[in-house]
C-alpha cells in the first residue's frame, strides 16, 4: 500500500515518474543479469546474456544522464514490475533441474523483461517527443532498438533451445 501519492499533474511529472523508474528498472536488470549467465548452459544464450550485461550498463548510464538533466541528480522509484519478473525468473531457475529446460526458462524470463523494456522506452521516446525533448527521444530510442535486437537474438537462441527442452517433455499419464 502506498502512503504517499507521487501526484502526478501532467506529462511531465509522469515522464520524470517513469524515467526514475526506468533507471530502477535497468539497476535491477544488472544485478539479475550475472546470475542469469551463470546458470545459462547454452553458449550463445550465455554470450547473449553477457553482451545485455555490457548494454545494460550503458542504459543506466544514459538514463542517468537524463534524470541529471532533469533533476541535477539520478534518483530512483521503485519498479515493482521488474522486480515480480526477476522473482519469477528465480523460481524458475530454481525449478529446472534439467539444463536445456533452465535455459529455455531463462530465456523466456529475458524475454519477458525485454518485452517490458521496449513497452517502458516506446512511451517514453513517445513522451520526450511530446514534451519537445529530441535528444532524450533519441537516446531512449537508441535504447529501444538495442532492447529490440536482444529480444530478437534471444529468439534466434531459442528456436534452438526450445527443441532441446522438447526432448524432454513427459507425456501425459
Not at 523508474?21 to 536488470?29: F, H, N, W
Not at 543479469?33 to 550498463?57: G, V
Not at 521496449?118 to 537516446?139: D, F, P, S, V
Not at 537462441?157 to 513427459?170: F, G, L, P, T
Request: charged letters at 25%.
Amino acid at each position: 500500500m502506498k502512503f504517499f501519492s507521487a501526484n502526478l499533474e501532467d506529462l511531465r511529472e509522469l515522464y520524470n515518474n517513469t524515467l526514475q523508474k526506468t533507471l530502477d528498472m535497468e539497476q535491477q536488470i544488472t544485478k539479475a543479469l550475472p546470475t542469469m549467465i551463470e546458470k545459462a548452459t547454452d553458449p550463445a544464450l550465455k554470450e547473449a546474456f553477457q553482451t545485455h550485461l555490457q548494454e545494460t550498463d550503458t542504459h543506466v548510464t544514459r538514463v542517468q544522464g537524463i534524470l541529471n538533466q532533469i533533476y541535477g541528480e539520478s534518483k530512483t522509484i521503485k519498479c515493482k514490475v521488474l522486480s515480480a519478473l526477476v522473482s519469477e525468473a528465480e523460481d524458475s531457475i530454481k525449478d529446472a533441474s534439467d539444463p536445456s529446460v533452465r535455459d529455455a526458462a531463462l530465456i523466456g524470463a529475458g524475454q519477458q523483461v525485454e518485452h517490458h523494456e521496449m513497452a517502458i522506452y516506446g512511451t517514453l521516446r513517445t513522451w520526450a517527443e511530446i514534451l519537445g525533448e529530441q535528444n532524450q527521444a533519441q537516446t531512449l530510442n537508441a535504447i529501444l532498438e538495442q532492447e529490440k535486437h536482444a529480444d530478437s537474438v534471444l529468439t534466434g537462441i531459442s528456436d534452438r533451445v526450445n527443441k532441446d527442452a522438447q526432448s524432454h517433455v513427459r507425456s501425459a499419464a
